[in-house]
């Protein structure tokens, strides 16, 4: 069964850094767009960072310079490195697989999100 677990989430001050981590099992995680998107208090799921399977990077316009998104292949993890962060980086932040599932056949996957909190 395909499962994403996040974890790294947690409350840090404006200015501070998290990194958060997705670890991958039941895909074939090679064969897999990876995603961070985030959802605020009253707003919509928004993306914040995805990587191709072939290691293309895409940011949305609010973290560019601040966020890196990174895969390893070998652990079957996605990563997001935040810095600098803002107040209005709070939210729950799931992470997304699109590709191929252990069967050879499409599947998208979510995880159960993590929640950051950042205070001013």
């Known amino acids: 069964q395909a499962q994403l677990v996040e974890s790294g989430g ?3 001050q404006a200015g501070g ?3 958060l981590s997705c670890a991958a099992s039941g895909i074939i995680f090679g064969f897999n767009d990876m995603g961070w998107f985030r959802q605020a208090p009253g707003k919509k799921r928004e993306m914040v ?3 191709t399977s072939g290691d ?3 940011y949305a316009d609010s973290v ?3 966020f890196t998104i990174s895969r390893d292949n070998a652990k079957n993890t996605v990563y997001l490195q935040m810095n600098s962060l803002k107040p209005e980086d709070t939210g729950v932040y799931y992470c997304n697989a ?3 599932g252990r069967d050879y056949r499409h599947l998208e996957v979510w995880g159960q999100g993590t929640l950051v909190t950042v205070s001013s």
Do not use: E, F, H, P
């Open 17 to 19: 850094s998290l990194r």
């Open 98 to 100: 699109n590709g191929l």
């Open 64 to 66: 560019k310079g601040r």
């Open 10 to 12: 947690g409350l840090v």
């Open 56 to 58: 293309s990077t895409n």
């Open 49 to 51: 960072a995805t990587i």
